[in-house]
């Protein structure tokens, strides 16, 4: 939760997120990111070995509205 405080504050100019294409078993998640608010400014794709699974690693910033 204290994420979605943060996004909705309006506290936070950029995003750096990592997305994990598996599923793993869990109960905690990033909230959804609302495009209207955000620009993707980057998308890197990796792929892990030892994982076994592909990557992003995601650069979002704020719109100014």
């Given at each position: 939760k204290i994420y979605s405080l943060a996004l909705d504050k309006g506290i936070v100019d950029y995003l750096y997120l990592t997305l994990i294409l598996k599923d793993f078993e869990g109960?905690?998640?990033?909230?959804?990111i609302n495009n209207s608010f955000w620009d993707l400014i980057s998308d890197t794709g990796h792929f892990s070995e030892e994982e076994k699974c592909n990557f992003n690693f995601l650069l979002y910033k704020r719109k100014r509205i």
């Open positions: 109960d905690t998640h990033f909230p959804g």
